[in-house]
C-alpha cells in the first residue's frame, strides 16, 4: 500500500538512523531548521468538477527539506511535529500561506489546508484562522479545513467545539481519508461536514469486483447521509470512469495532476481561465 511505502522514506531520509528516538530527534531538528531557513512550502494538488470540468479546489500539502535538500516526506514529519509541538507554528503558517495564495488568485475557487488535532485543540485555533482571513481579506467560504478521521474526534469535545466554530466564521470542514480511522460512521452521524473525502484505500481496491461494490455502498453511504463527496486517489481512466459511474463528480489524484509548486498552479489557472474565455467568445 502506498501508505507503507511513504513511511520507507524514513529510509531515505537516513540510512543510517537505527532506532526511533534518534529519528525522532534528526527529523525534529531538520523541522527546526527547515523552518529557520525558509525551506518549508506547500505544493498543490488540483480536485476537479469533471462535470464542468473546472477546478473546484486544491489541496495544500507541506513540503519540507532537510539541510542537504533532500526531501522529507510528510508521512514522516508530519507525526513528529505533532509530538514535538511544531505543528503549531507550520501550522499557522500553513494557513497564511494558503490564504495569501487565496488573496492573490482570484480565479483560484478554494484552497483546503490539512490540519492536525493537535491544531484543532489549541484554544485559539479558530481565533486565528478568522485572524488571517480577515488580514488577507479572503472570503472564509473559499478556505477548507481537512480534518483526518485518524483519531476518534466525535469523542472528543475541543474537537467538535472547533469544527463548530470553523463552521460559525463560515470556513468549511472536510473529513479527510474517510474509512481508514476508528471514528467513522458515528463519526458522520454525530457531525456534519461540509464534504467527505473517501480514502484513495478504497480506489486502489476497486480492481476486484468485491471492491468496487464496497466502494460504491460507501458513496451511496455518504451521498445518503447529505454531504458531498471527494474521491481522493484517482490514477487511471478506469478509475476516473467508474466513479463517474457512481455519481461522483469531485475527484483528485495522480491521474489528473501530481501535487505541483504554487507557480506550476498559477499557470494552470492563466491556462484554464484563457480556455474558458476563448470558449465564452468563440
Ligand atoms: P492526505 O491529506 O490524505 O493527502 C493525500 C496524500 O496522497 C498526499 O501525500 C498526496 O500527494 C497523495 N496522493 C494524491 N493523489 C494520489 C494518487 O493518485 N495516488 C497516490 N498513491 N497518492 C496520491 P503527501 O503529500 O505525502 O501527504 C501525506 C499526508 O500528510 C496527507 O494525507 C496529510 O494527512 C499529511 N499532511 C500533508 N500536509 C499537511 C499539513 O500541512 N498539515 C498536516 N497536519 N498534515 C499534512
Ligand atoms: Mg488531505
Ligand atoms: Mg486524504
Ligand atoms: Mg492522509
Given at each position: ?124 485555533f479558530v481565533e ?33 467545539n472547533a469544527i463548530d466554530g470553523l463552521r460559525t466564521i ?113
Amino acid at each position: 500500500w502506498a501508505k507503507d511505502s511513504n513511511r520507507n522514506c524514513v529510509k531515505s531520509f537516513d540510512p543510517n538512523v537505527a532506532d526511533k528516538d534518534t529519528t525522532n530527534d534528526v527529523v525534529v531538528e531538520a523541522i527546526r531548521t527547515a523552518i529557520e531557513q525558509k525551506r518549508v512550502t506547500l505544493a498543490f494538488q488540483p480536485i476537479w468538477s469533471i462535470e464542468s470540468g473546472r477546478l473546484f479546489a486544491a489541496e495544500a500539502l507541506m513540503r519540507l527539506t532537510a539541510p542537504g535538500g533532500s526531501p522529507i516526506s510528510p508521512a514522516v514529519f508530519i507525526p513528529v511535529a505533532e509530538r514535538s509541538g511544531l505543528i503549531v507554528e507550520l501550522g499557522a503558517w500553513a494557513i497564511r500561506e494558503a490564504c495569501g495564495m487565496l488573496a492573490a488568485n482570484l480565479a483560484l475557487p478554494r484552497i483546503s489546508v490539512n490540519v492536525s488535532a493537535v491544531q484543532l485543540l489549541k484554544s485559539n485555533f479558530v481565533e486565528l484562522v478568522d485572524t488571517t482571513l480577515r488580514e488577507s481579506r479572503v472570503s472564509p467560504a473559499r478556505l477548507a479545513i481537512e480534518i483526518t478521521e485518524g483519531l476518534e474526534i466525535d469523542e472528543h469535545a475541543g474537537i467538535i467545539n472547533a469544527i463548530d466554530g470553523l463552521r460559525t466564521i463560515g470556513v468549511n470542514v472536510w473529513l479527510d481519508d474517510f474509512g481508514t480511522g476508528f471514528a467513522g460512521l458515528s463519526c458522520l452521524s454525530k457531525i456534519k461536514f461540509d464534504t467527505v473525502k473517501i480514502d484513495r484505500l478504497f480506489v486502489q481496491a476497486s480492481e476486484t469486483p468485491r471492491g468496487a461494490k464496497l466502494l460504491k455502498d460507501i458513496v451511496g453511504l455518504v451521498a445518503n447521509s447529505g454531504q458531498n463527496i471527494i474521491v481522493e486517489g484517482i490514477e487511471t481512466l478506469e478509475q476516473c470512469e467508474l466513479l463517474k459511474g457512481y455519481g461522483v463528480s469531485l475527484l483528485q489524484g495522480f491521474y489528473f495532476n501530481r501535487p505541483m509548486s504554487a507557480d506550476a498552479l498559477n499557470l494552470l489557472l492563466a491556462k484554464s481561465s484563457k480556455l474558458m474565455v476563448g470558449a465564452v467568445a468563440a
